[in-house]
């Protein structure tokens, strides 16, 4: 309001209707040739998780601020139907490899629960395409190693029981314990 600058870069002229407007969302679509418009994906880094927009930029600068970190990369992934979730590469430092706990915790202290990738993993290096960029799709799939299953904390009483049977049903995941976390 009362920015014209910003409204006129937003706000663009419509290509093939004269005087009408169009918004610029950051979704990338076309004009198909029976007129009906095809949405490609996102200009930015932007995805929905859980009904929350994540901008994967703004966690990859929080991941990159940890001590020992070179470079880092965050993904939606969905590896299995029906579950989505962030996951959070880094190179650094050797020392970083075994603190990657200490690394998801900083984030936790910085990001909202919704915005902390569900688990961190170590490169040795980033992944590059031709142009110099993170190769994303060539990131590795994340596998739960034996320390993450020893770490598990197995449903004490009935109610924890529950809960846990809760999560694995809602989130379609085949193990869960009671410190597991919607987001």
Same mark, same amino acid.
């Given at each position: ?9 937003? @706000? ?6 004269? +005087? ?5 969302? +950051? ?5 198909? *040739?029976?007129?009906?418009?095809? @949405? &490609?994906?996102? #200009? ?13 930029? *703004?966690?990859?600068? #929080? ?5 020992? #970190?070179?470079? /880092?990369? #965050?993904? &939606? ?10 996951? +959070? ?17 900083? &984030?936790?202290?910085?990001? =909202? ?26 990131? =590795?799939?994340?596998?739960?190693? /034996? ?7 197995? =449903?004490?009483?009935?109610? *924890? ?9 809602? &989130? ?9 976390? @919607? @987001?």
């Amino acid at each position: 309001m009362n920015q014209p600058q910003l409204t006129q870069e937003r @706000f663009l002229a419509h290509p093939h209707v004269a +005087g009408a407007r169009l918004y610029r969302t +950051g979704d990338l679509a076309r004009y198909r *040739e029976d007129g009906n418009v095809e @949405f &490609l994906g996102r #200009v930015d880094q932007q995805v929905k998780l859980r009904g929350f927009r994540i901008e994967l930029g *703004e966690v990859e600068y #929080v991941l990159n601020n940890f001590p020992g #970190v070179y470079q /880092a990369a #965050v993904l &939606l992934r969905q590896d299995k139907p029906e579950q989505q979730r962030l996951v +959070g590469y880094v190179t650094g430092q050797a020392t970083l490899k075994a603190m990657l706990d200490h690394v998801r915790s900083y &984030l936790a202290a910085r990001l =909202p629960n919704y915005m902390v990738p569900s688990i961190i993993l170590w490169v040795d290096a980033m992944p590059l395409s031709a142009t110099g960029k993170v190769n994303r799709r060539a990131l =590795p799939v994340p596998e739960e190693t /034996a320390d993450q299953a020893a770490a598990r904390v197995a =449903p004490r009483n009935q109610i *924890e029981e529950s809960q846990t049977e809760l999560w694995k049903a809602v &989130l379609s995941v085949p193990e869960a314990d009671i410190n597991d976390n @919607f @987001f």
